[in-house]
């Protein structure tokens, strides 16, 4: 059974900084692309950063040059360095993990998913 475990969100003021960790079990890590998604209160789901299985990355024009993901394959880790914080990234940050290849953009493309994490960027 695939598990996603979020942590490290939280308070920060504007222009500040965080990192996020997702703690991946039941899978073989190393063969998921994986991604990071962000929903705000009454707004759609949407795409942060994504990372392949061979570690090209992507991330959405709105972090770009801010937000960076990373993984580690040895530790079934998965992070979202984000810097810069604005007050329009407040949101519920997720995990999230797809087996097929090729990395997604919709949170359809993925069936294994985190709990969310809280991330609150006061101004």
């Known amino acids: 059974q695939v598990q996603l475990v979020e942590s490290g969100g939280g308070l920060v003021q504007a222009g500040g900084s965080l990192r996020l960790s997702c703690a991946a079990s039941?899978?073989?890590?190393?063969?998921?692309?994986m991604s990071w998604f962000r929903q705000a209160p009454g707004k759609e789901r949407e795409f942060v950063a994504a990372?392949?299985?061979?570690?090209?990355?992507t991330h959405a024009d709105s972090v770009k040059g801010r937000f960076t993901i990373s993984r580690d394959n040895v530790k079934n880790m998965l992070y979202l360095q984000m810097n810069t914080l604005k007050p329009e990234d407040t949101a519920v940050y997720y995990c999230a993990a797809r087996g097929q290849t090729g990395i997604g953009r919709r949170p359809p493309e993925y069936a294994n998913w985190g709990h969310g994490t809280q991330v609150t960027v006061s101004s």
């Open positions: 990372i392949g299985r061979s570690g090209v990355a």
């Open positions: 039941g899978l073989t890590f190393s063969r998921y692309a």
